[in-house]
Structures are given as structure tokens and as C-alpha cells.
Antibody
């Protein structure tokens, strides 16, 4: 089954760092645009970052300079390195791969991993 | 405050048709495709419509998307109780290279 599974969430103090992982099954991450999307408590979906097939990366203004997306082709996994975490980064973080139909739509989503930034 | 504006809530009774709007501008909705996602609490979001009006395989034809100018719409006909969820429009903006936009979301209640 085509799927992505996120891991790495947890409770972290403000200013700390965390690395999220997104492991893919039944497809190769380097052949799809891979996104991270988050949902803060009581809020809507917020796009965080994307890595294109060629390696180009983009970030939401709210995380630029603090978060970094990367992938390890040998592990078929995408990562989100989160530094200088703030309370407002508290959210469920979803990994989403591009749809088979259109690269800029997100067709496969994971169940999410929860990040809580609190002292 | 999202660049894409959706009504926070919508409702309908079983069998009715409900339409959810998504308003933007010429630099986003007006110039590119729009996608729609369904999100049930505690579940992974699901792609409902891509390319403004295309349905992925497995999505019922009760769901349809359209666009006029700088606004897009998601219509759900033959409303069912399992359609109760949050719905998000998404696109991108010419002025925000590479960034994806989501609307604020619309919570659909089936009465």
C-alpha cells in the first residue's frame, strides 16, 4: 500500500530542536514532491515546506531560517529539522506526497506526528 | 489570516447540495489551479479535487469543483452524514514562489 508514516514528534522546550521523519512505502520519495503540513490546536491546515524531485526546497515564511527539509534516498525518507522551536510551532505535523495526477496537489498523507513546544 | 478566504462554517441536511466558497485574487486562484481537501478529525487529510475540477480515483462524483475569476467552489450534492468534516481549498500565489496556500477551512455540519 502506498503510504507515508511520520515519526519523531514529542514534547520539547522553547528554543529546542527536533527532527521529524517521514518514511514512504511503495513509492520512491525522490520521484515525488514531498511536503510537510501542520495543524495547530484549533486551527486550520498550514503548509510548512516542500522538497522537489530535483532537490529544490521552499518554506513558509513562519519557519524560514529555522526549519530545514531534506531527504535520504537510501532510506526512502524525508526529514524536517526544526530548530529554535517556539510555542506557536505546537501542532500535528503531516507529511504529504504529491498526487499521481498533479504534482502540486497532495495525494498521500500520513496520520501525523504531534509536536508540543512548552516549558 | 489566510490569503484564501473560506466561510468558517456551512451546513445542510442529508440529500441537499452544499457549496463551499474560496475567495482569492488574481495572483493565486485567478491564475492557477485550485485543489480541495477533506479532513475528518483524527484522520489524515484527503485530496478531493485537484486541478480545480478533477476528481482522483475513488472520490464520489457527488463532489465537484469549479472556478470563476478569483473564486473557487466545492459543491457536495446528495449530502451524507459521513461528509461532515473540515474542507480546505489550496493553491499557490505568484508572489510567494514555491509556497503553498491553504484557505482557513470550512467546517461542514450535516444536520
Amino acid at each position: 500500500e502506498v503510504q507515508v508514516v511520520e515519526s519523531g514528534g514529542g514534547l520539547i522546550q522553547p528554543g529546542g530542536s527536533l527532527r521529524l521523519s517521514c518514511a514512504a512505502s511503495e513509492f520512491i520519495v525522490s520521484t515525488k514532491y514531498m511536503n510537510w503540513v501542520r495543524q495547530a490546536p484549533g486551527k486550520g491546515l498550514e503548509w510548512v515546506s516542500v522538497i522537489y524531485t530535483g532537490g529544490t526546497t521552499y518554506y513558509a515564511d513562519s519557519v524560514k531560517g529555522r526549519f530545514s527539509i531534506s531527504r535520504d534516498n537510501s532510506k526512502n525518507t524525508v526529514y524536517l529539522q526544526m530548530n529554535s522551536l517556539r510555542a506557536e510551532d505546537t501542532a500535528i505535523y503531516y507529511c504529504a506526497s504529491a498526487s499521481d495526477y498533479y504534482s502540486y496537489a497532495m495525494g498521500v498523507w500520513g496520520q501525523g506526528t504531534t509536536v508540543t513546544v512548552s516549558s | 489570516q489566510s490569503v484564501l478566504t473560506q466561510p468558517p462554517s456551512a451546513s445542510g441536511t442529508p440529500g441537499q447540495t452544499v457549496t463551499i466558497s474560496c475567495s482569492g485574487s488574481s495572483s493565486n486562484i485567478g491564475g492557477t489551479y485550485v485543489h480541495w481537501y477533506q479532513h475528518l478529525p483524527g484522520r489524515a487529510p484527503k485530496l478531493l479535487i485537484y486541478g480545480t475540477n478533477q476528481r482522483p480515483s475513488g472520490v464520489p462524483d457527488r463532489f465537484s469543483g469549479s472556478k470563476s475569476g478569483t473564486s473557487a467552489s466545492l459543491a457536495i450534492s446528495g449530502l451524507q452524514s459521513e461528509d461532515e468534516a473540515d474542507y480546505y481549498c489550496s493553491t499557490w500565489d505568484d508572489g510567494l514562489i514555491g509556497q503553498v496556500l491553504f484557505g482557513g477551512g470550512t467546517k461542514l455540519t450535516v444536520l
